[in-house]
Each structure stands twice: as structure tokens, then as C-alpha cells.
């Protein structure tokens, strides 16, 4: 899986200015193009997101194909809870989905949607 997640930065102003746009396009009856991505106003609001240990959760979810979040927390050697939380969080975002398992155990397989982050930054 190749597939690129983008985050983007950019101020609150522009942020409101896009939303703007698009209202007024669906209130006169125009389409709006969907637009792929993450956003976020700040690159601490960025960071509060992507920390060291979400992204050393997702790089093992890539590289270790985990069948379970116990197994997951296992091979991060982290408390079972602190990942679940995690991986909610990412869930929200995009990043992972968290499926039920076939087969006769009810283990919730998570796995990342994405196999690089991009950032980009409005200046």
C-alpha cells in the first residue's frame, strides 16, 4: 500500500474562508469538490496528533501486520488501554480502521490505511 495521507496546515482565516466558499456553492445549488486530506490550523495541533508513540504505533501496524490490538500493544510494549486509545484517535482521523476479526475470536484487527504522511504547510 502506497497510498499518501496529506496533512495540510493552514490558518484559521483561510480555513473559514474555504468553509464559506463551499456554503455558499451548496446554497446556490452548485457542486462542491470533496477535498481529500487531513487539516489542521496550527503545526502543534498537527503534532498533538501525529506524536512519537501514534507514529511508531502506525509504522508497526505497516511492518508487523498485527492480528489483534492485544498483539499490537504487545509488540510496542505498551498498556493495552494507552493503544486502544490511540488507535481511536487515529481511527477518527483516517489513518486506521479497526475491523472484527474472522473467524470464532472476537479480536478487532486494526490496520494503517495509508503508507506515508505528507505535510504541507500554506505560507
Not at 464559506?20 to 498537527?46: K, L, M, N, P, Q
Not at 492480528?67 to 500493544?73: H, K, N, T, V
Request: glycine share 4%; net charge positive; no cysteine.
Amino acid at each position: 500500500m502506497n497510498k499518501t495521507l496529506t496533512i495540510k496546515i493552514k490558518p484559521a482565516h483561510k480555513a473559514m474562508a474555504d468553509f464559506r466558499e463551499a456554503f455558499r456553492a451548496v446554497e446556490t445549488g452548485r457542486r462542491v469538490r470533496r477535498r481529500e486530506g487531513v487539516y489542521f490550523t496550527s503545526i502543534e495541533a498537527a503534532r498533538n496528533l501525529l506524536t512519537p508513540s501514534r507514529l511508531a504505533l502506525l509504522r508497526s501496524l505497516r511492518t508487523k501486520r498485527p492480528r489483534s490490538i492485544y498483539e499490537l500493544a504487545k509488540t510496542l510494549k505498551r498498556d493495552f488501554k494507552n493503544v486502544q486509545e490511540d488507535l481511536r484517535i487515529l481511527e477518527r482521523y483516517g489513518l486506521v480502521r479497526v475491523a472484527k476479526s474472522r473467524g470464532s475470536r472476537r479480536a478487532r484487527v486494526p490496520e494503517a490505511l495509508f503508507g506515508e504522511i505528507a505535510l504541507r504547510i500554506a505560507i
